[in-house]
């Protein structure tokens, strides 16, 4: 099984005690290690701006040497973007854009090869400008689990 994080289900890490915290963020150094949980660098800008300083986003930065699956070609986000638009936020600066689009193209990388694969979020709701990842994820028949389920899943505290 293969694990795609994105940001919002990494900045919730963050809302834990601190102990429970680095406990999880061990127990994900593993599974980067071992190549069943990933991210794109997408996922790293949006923490740039939505969890500054904040310990998952150093640890996303530690760790994006380390993945196996750095993300989707480009030709696959943007076939994402067409076949699902609604996931685009046409109001959101460059500087703020979503990685979810990106996240999308990842796990469907996955599954293209036939690859078992979760997307792991928090963004759950649709907002005013787009529609949530889990919406997308549902579109695509992308299996989603929250941060909770896969930390049930997996094992981790």
């Not at 994900?28 to 300083?53: H, I, K, P, R, Y």
């Not at 996303?60 to 030709?75: F, N, P, Q, R, V």
Request: charged share 20%; net charge negative; with cysteine.
């Amino acid at each position: 099984m293969h694990y795609v994080m994105d940001a919002p289900a990494l900045v919730s890490i963050g809302f834990r005690d601190s102990g429970t915290a680095q406990a999880i963020l061990n127990g994900l150094s593993t599974m980067v290690q071992d190549g069943s949980l990933c991210f794109c660098e997408q996922v790293v800008n949006e923490l740039d701006w939505s969890a500054d300083g904040e310990v998952t986003l150093l640890w996303a930065k530690a760790t994006t040497g380390s993945l196996a699956h750095k993300g989707a070609d480009y030709s696959l986000v943007e076939w994402v973007g067409i076949r699902f638009g609604a996931l685009i936020d046409d109001s959101a600066r460059a500087s703020r854009e979503s990685a979810a689009p990106y996240v999308v193209a990842q796990a469907l990388s996955f599954q293209r090869k036939r690859a078992k694969v979760t997307v792991v979020t928090e963004d759950l709701a649709s907002k005013p400008t787009r529609a949530s990842l889990a919406e997308a994820c549902a579109f695509f028949r992308l299996r989603t689990l929250d941060l909770d389920g896969f930390l049930d899943e997996v094992g981790l505290p």
